[in-house]
T-cell receptor, first 114, second 113 residues
Framework: GAVVSQHPSWVICKSGTSVKIECRSLDFQATTMFWYRQFPKQSLMLMATSNEGSKATYEQGVEKDKFLINHASLTLSTLTVTSAHPEDSSFYIC??????????FGSGTRLTVV | GENVEQHPSTLSVQEGDSAVIKCTYSDSASNYFPWYKQELGKGPQLIIDIRSNVGEKKDQRIAVTLNKTAKHFSLHITETQPEDSAVYFCAAISTGTASKLTFGTGTRLQVTL
């Protein structure tokens, strides 16, 4: 089946530094990638939608200058958390539609900002 | 936009018993309803889905039912096993919002021996 490879699976960074998370579609082309954030014991909250070759669309309340999204190819989308702070610590997950309305999720990235 | 409510938030069943999780949605235009299982520290895994032209779908011990009139859908797990313990999320796609999945709040299922 369709696979979305997400890296890293976990990362610890110092406050003020930036962290990049990558999601690759391995056996299909992902023209769209959804990025979610999930706090402990909560549901997934959509942060932004990236589209290959165009600017990402951010959900209300998500700072586009803080969460930089790049979707440079049909198989790679990246999320960069800039100037990370402890409140950015969360579980970040990407997802791509692999056919009409079926979505494949990455394995998630646990970000801890110290 | 779409709003998905999910109940219960926690569910504890004995091994071998059945578990039922229910969701309601608000947007009558939604036409795809997937269910995901999420284990600790992992991404969600699709376990079953149903489209609006079908009322019921079954895959071994897992079944999903959809009532379009009432705008609710349910997940049924029979003969539960300890490895079924996880958090389960329902979701719906509102076609009016560029195919974004809207998730329910999740149900933590605990299957006890």
């Amino acid at each position: 089946g369709a696979v979305v490879s997400q890296h890293p699976s976990w990362v610890i960074c110092k406050s003020g530094t930036s962290v990049k998370i990558e999601c690759r579609s391995l056996d299909f082309q992902a023209t769209t990638m959804f990025w979610y954030r999930q706090f402990p014991k909560q549901s997934l909250m959509l942060m932004a939608t990236s589209n290959e070759g165009s600017k990402a669309t951010y959900e209300q309340g998500v700072e586009k200058d803080k969460f930089l999204i790049n979707h440079a190819s049909l198989t790679l989308s990246t999320l960069t958390v800039t100037s990370a702070h402890p409140e950015d610590s969360s579980f970040y997950i990407c997802s791509a539609p692999d056919r009409a309305t079926s979505y494949t999720f990455g394995s998630g990235t646990r970000l801890t900002v110290v | 936009g779409e709003n998905v409510e999910q109940h219960p938030s926690t569910l504890s069943v004995q091994e071998g018993d059945s578990a039922v999780i229910k969701c309601t949605y608000s947007d009558s235009a939604s036409n795809y309803f997937p269910w995901y299982k999420q284990e600790l520290g992992k991404g969600p895994q699709l376990i079953i889905d149903i489209r609006s032209n079908v009322g019921e779908k079954k895959d071994q011990r897992i079944a999903v039912t959809l009532n379009k009139t009432a705008k609710h859908f349910s997940l049924h797990i029979t003969e539960t096993q300890p490895e079924d313990s996880a958090v389960y999320f329902c979701a719906a796609i509102s076609t009016g919002t560029a195919s974004k999945l809207t998730f329910g709040t999740g149900t933590r299922l605990q299957v006890t021996l």
